[in-house]
């Protein structure tokens, strides 16, 4: 669905510290998932991405967990640093379409 | 390699008046996509093409929007007449198919 109005979910963390950030899917149908960082004045920038027949992807101090079952993605970013600091959307692609629709974004805030 | 190039990165115009965003995406890409961001909400899709033809523009505003892609490269989303809501952010991204959609920095308008 459509995201919230100006007032984003927002996590706020520690320097150093783990960051978990969720998001539930619609379409039992989707099969690739998407997440993307989004800056200020910014075009959302590619993070990770994850298809459906994984349920875990690692990157580089970044991780995916994708649970079909209750539709939900997670991704965990690891001793968060200020730069991470931004909003964060999951897209999801639903099988044949090539059409990526958003979640609702959550605002990470890194604290010094 | 080079990203998905827009312009012009911000556009103030009055209602009623008329606005044109160019694209070009990342070279080899296949499908590509518009959207519209409001302040505060995550992308929506406005329209898909693949190659120059379109694949899904069920949530473009037809009365006032249109968009082509000449020669299944760049393309162009125009909006005639503006209206006070129309104010958002566009999103010009493409993909190799089912692949990541790439996004360019934006074309910020505003409609007074």
Known sequence: ?112 | EAGVAQSPRYKIIEKRQSVAFWCNPISGHATLYWYQQILGQGPKLLIQFQNNGVVDDSQLPKDRFSAERLKGVDSTLKIQPAKLEDSAVYLCASSLGQGAAFFGQGTRLTVV
């Not at chain 1, 039992?28 to 349920?55: C, H, L, T, V």
């Not at chain 1, 991704?75 to 379409?97: H, K, M, R």
């Open chain 1, 1 to 112: 669905g459509e995201s919230v109005g100006l007032h984003l979910p927002t996590l706020s963390v520690q320097e150093g510290d783990n960051s978990i950030i969720n998001c539930a899917y619609s379409n039992s149908a989707s099969d690739y998932f998407i997440w993307y960082k989004q800056e200020s004045g910014k075009g959302p920038q590619f993070i990770i991405d994850i298809r459906s027949n994984m349920d875990k992807r690692q990157g580089q101090r970044v991780t995916v967990l994708l649970n079909k079952t209750v539709k939900h993605l997670s991704l965990q970013i690891a001793a968060t640093q200020p730069g991470d600091s931004a909003v964060y959307f999951c897209a999801e692609n639903i099988s044949g379409t090539y059409k990526y629709i958003f979640g609702t974004g959550t605002r990470l805030k890194v604290l010094a």
